[in-house]
């Protein structure tokens, strides 16, 4: 997506800073790097949310919003790259963390059926049963997630930036090109 259509979707520094419950952080929100689009900052908003991604619970954007403003990455695009986990990604990808965790720790005893794990009444019953078995599996999920975040975020930083890389020479080629027709 190229960057002028970007910067229409993500906020202006100006307005982050004036907002009432950001006012309080508005020296932290200063670094120029938080709000521009550059390959390093914006690799580096990718990398934060895609590693801070997996941390369940609600709590990904504020840790994603927080490691943006302590690396100076791209704020915005960290908040939004945590998105990737969702209710349909989620469990997929924690049962892939799981069998990671599990291969690499040689504890794993193996994922129980989880149609006779959760046969409840209710919504309300499901979830404390479903954090509960979440919480049995233990150091192989812990150690899956870190490995499965760490993956994430290191080949997300290195794909966007040979992507922008790429772009850049395509644009830098289709103007030379323009260029010498003119000619």
């Known amino acids: 997506m190229p960057r002028k259509h970007l910067r229409k979707l993500l906020p202006n520094a100006h307005s982050m800073r004036e907002h009432r419950h950001l006012r309080p952080f508005g020296s932290l929100l200063h670094h120029p790097n938080l709000w521009h689009l550059n390959?390093?900052?914006?690799?580096?908003?990718?990398a934060v949310g895609l590693f801070t991604g997996l941390i369940p619970g609600p709590v990904q954007m504020l840790f994603a919003a927080i490691f943006a403003v302590i690396f100076r990455?791209?704020?915005?695009?960290?908040?939004?790259?945590?998105?990737?986990?969702?209710?349909?990604t989620f469990i997929p990808l924690y049962l892939l963390a799981y069998e990671v965790g599990a291969f690499v720790t040689g504890k794993g005893n193996g994922i129980h059926n989880l149609r006779t794990e959760f046969q409840t009444e209710s919504l309300a019953d499901w979830l404390p049963a479903f954090f509960n078995w979440l919480g049995?599996?233990?150091?192989?999920?812990l150690v899956g997630v870190l490995i499965l975040a760490s993956t994430f975020s290191v080949c997300g930083y290195f794909?966007?930036?040979?992507?922008?890389?790429?772009?850049?020479v395509i644009?830098?080629?289709r103007?030379?090109?323009?260029?010498?027709?003119?000619?």
């Open 39 to 46: 390959r390093h900052s914006v690799a580096g908003g990718v």
């Open 175 to 183: 103007r030379q090109r323009k260029r010498s027709s003119e000619s």
């Open 73 to 88: 990455v791209n704020l915005p695009v960290a908040v939004f790259t945590t998105l990737y986990t969702n209710p349909f």
């Open 159 to 168: 794909l966007v930036r040979g992507l922008w890389r790429l772009h850049v």
């Open 171 to 173: 644009s830098w080629r």
């Open 136 to 141: 049995s599996l233990g150091m192989p999920l």
